[in-house]
């Protein structure tokens, strides 16, 4: 993916969402948005900005393995929101949240391969933020309603959505696609993501514009 500027903005009235987060030495901000707009690339900016107090934890390591995706029958359309393992992540925020002085260790997600790898991503106590980036932060179904109340904030990163198509199917090329098979998979499966991540934008505490 290009190297991208964010430009922010605040939506005051979206506050009323985390107001059942339970005040603690730890700040725990969400970056929700499409496919393909630009979320791990901001999340990556922000632990730059301060890489010994903020940790990354993606979404993308509550990916069920892939044979449990065989066994559920849901691997052509993996990324969707059943694919993940919702509870896990749920519970994982809370501890996050409710021991900031323990090491918590949290799962990584691996392109190459495409599973999740466990415990790969310590957050210890000196991280007083945790930037937690995926696709479904602020649905409001399916177990994800659990996530929102755990959040201090979600930041929705927004694009273009001709870049961001272009910037999702050169991602599934570099990761063994062929330009056909990541066109198709783009239309197929991420795209109906992205009209039901779309709809939940109006949520988020602050717009991120990302501009290539």
């Given amino acids: 993916m290009e190297v991208m500027r964010a430009t922010v903005s605040r939506r005051e009235h ?3 969402g985390n107001a059942g987060v339970v005040p603690t030495t730890r700040r725990i901000i969400g970056i929700a948005g499409c496919p393909g707009a630009g979320k791990s690339t901001l999340a990556a900016q922000l632990v730059t ?12 390591g ?33 501890r ?9 260790y949290a799962p990584s997600f691996n392109r190459q391969i495409e ?8 957050i210890e106590p000196q991280h007083t933020t945790v930037i937690t980036e995926g696709n479904y932060l602020l649905l409001a179904d399916g177990g994800w309603q659990h996530v929102r109340p755990l959040l201090d904030e979600v930041w929705f990163v ?4 001709d870049v961001r198509r272009s910037w999702l199917v050169a991602r599934h ?12 998979w783009v239309e197929a499966v991420d795209e ?21």
């Fill in 14 to 16: 979206a506050d009323a």
């Fill in 49 to 60: 900005d301060d890489s010994a107090h903020t940790v990354v934890v993606p979404l993308d």
């Fill in 62 to 94: 509550f990916h069920f393995a892939q044979q449990e995706l065989v066994r559920l029958g849901r691997s052509d359309r993996k990324g969707a929101p059943d694919t993940f393992d919702v509870g896990g992540y749920v519970a994982l925020l809370k």
């Fill in 96 to 104: 996050l949240r409710n021991d900031p002085d323990c090491t918590v």
């Fill in 115 to 122: 599973e999740p790898i466990a415990n790969a991503i310590p």
């Fill in 158 to 161: 927004d694009v273009d959505e």
């Fill in 173 to 184: 090329i570099a990761h063994g696609r062929s330009p056909d098979e990541a066109t198709a």
């Fill in 192 to 212: 109906p993501n992205a009209t039901l991540i779309r709809a939940t934008q109006h949520l988020a505490t602050r717009a991120v514009r990302s501009v290539p």
